[in-house]
């Protein structure tokens, strides 16, 4: 779900937009404490609509920075964003935020609640929602592995590049992987190797490249997602083995060095 562009005159970093912005809480259910999600403002009769945790590459939202700011509720992803879907037609259709916090209050079913922004946290950056983790920093096991396999769901569900691929996950496997088969009768295999440190990421790949040389399955494919990995695209090392960081944009990319229509 993309969120409506409007345009604008006003933004949230403007003095005006300070004093009109509202934040955002999500609370997931079954829990008590919530944290901020989102940002609204007001713009001559429009609502304005934003959140960082709802970023989305070719069609599928990335769960891992909801994850990030939920890690106690990392299987909540989807819940979150039907909660957002249905801020994001009453922002469509107010025009005052303070319509907005009552529609929130009336259905509190969603878990979202509105509370003023007065700017006295600018460290923090919008009560935390703009904070970043440090890149090294991992999630717990548990998390990344649901994270991997949630990211695979949603490429193949959204992505055309992959329509009629399939998806098969093991959850004891150690390390995480998942095969993903492709239309052409390929399988990738995806393999989560979160310790890996970023300078030994390259002979990680040419260890699985050795593997799949030794091995007799000639369209078997490998991506590692490293999680550690700093690099802004994946890295392709050879026809067969390819490296990737741990997000939607990463992975998704990673798999498209093996699609049918890229593959030489």
Not at 74 to 84: I, Y
Request: hydrophobic share 40%.
């Amino acid at each position: 779900m993309a969120l409506r562009p409007r345009a604008t005159t006003q933004t949230p970093d403007s003095p005006s937009g300070r004093r009109a912005l509202k934040l955002v809480r999500f609370r997931p259910p079954g829990s008590t404490n919530g944290h901020v999600c989102a940002v609204i403002w007001r713009d001559g009769q429009r609502v304005h609509l934003a959140s960082p945790l709802m970023h989305s590459t070719a069609g599928a939202i990335d769960p891992l920075p909801f994850i990030r700011q939920f890690p106690e509720a990392f299987d909540m992803s989807r819940v979150f964003e039907r909660a957002m879907e249905w801020l994001d037609a009453v922002c469509y259709v107010a025009e005052d935020t303070k319509q907005v916090m009552a529609a929130c209050e009336t259905e509190p079913d969603w878990g979202l609640s509105c509370e003023r922004y007065d700017g006295c946290d600018a460290l923090l950056g919008l009560g935390g929602l703009t904070r970043h983790p440090e890149p090294l920093r991992l999630l717990p096991a548990e998390t990344m592995r649901y994270s991997l396999a949630e990211m695979l769901h949603r490429i193949l569900k959204a992505d055309p590049l992959f329509d009629g691929g399939e998806l098969s996950v093991d959850p004891t496997s150690e390390p995480f992987s998942a095969a993903v088969f492709l239309c052409d009768r390929r399988t990738i295999c995806v393999t989560l190797l979160p310790q890996v440190d970023p300078h030994d990421s390259v002979w990680q790949g040419v260890l699985a490249h050795k593997r799949l040389m030794r091995g007799d399955e000639a369209e078997l494919c490998v991506l590692l997602v490293m999680p550690r990995l700093q690099t802004a695209r994946p890295m392709r090392l050879t026809r067969r083995v390819a490296l990737a960081g741990l997000s939607l944009e990463q992975v998704r990319d990673g798999l498209s060095l093996f699609a049918p229509e890229l593959v030489r």
